[in-house]
């Protein structure tokens, strides 16, 4: 079992910045690869960015690529989630996930936080 705990979210306006953390804790980190996903209301989850357990191979998702930037730190057993240049339209909950293997896809992550509210305003 993996526990996961987002921070940093908030409110921004639009062309700032903010940096997400995800702490993982209960087994071994670096055994899992993270994903960031993201929820606007009435919409579906979506994938954002992962990276594999060491963190040398990264995925992102077409809105936020040049943007967004994943990275871990399996010493401090967290995640973060660089947001730079943000637009009204990331505006929503994002949650990190854990999974055994690398991918884009939510059904692939069985270990989630409660997520973490971003809203980008214009």
């Known amino acids: 079992q993996v526990q996961l705990v987002e921070s940093g979210g908030g409110l921004v306006q639009a062309g700032g910045s903010l940096r997400l953390s995800c702490a993982a804790s209960g087994r071994t980190f670096s055994n899992y690869a993270m994903g960031w996903f993201r929820q606007a209301p009435g919409k579906e989850r979506e994938f954002v960015a992962a990276?594999?357990?060491?963190?040398?191979?990264?995925y992102y998702g077409d809105s936020v690529k040049g943007r967004f930037t994943i990275s871990r730190d399996n010493a401090r057993n967290t995640a973060y989630l660089q947001m730079n240049s943000l637009k009204p339209e990331d505006t929503a909950v994002y949650y990190c996930a854990a999974s055994d293997g690398l991918g884009v896809a939510v059904i692939l992550y069985h270990y989630w936080g409660q997520g973490t509210q971003v809203t980008v305003s214009s």
């Open positions: 990276l594999n357990w060491n963190g040398n191979i990264t």
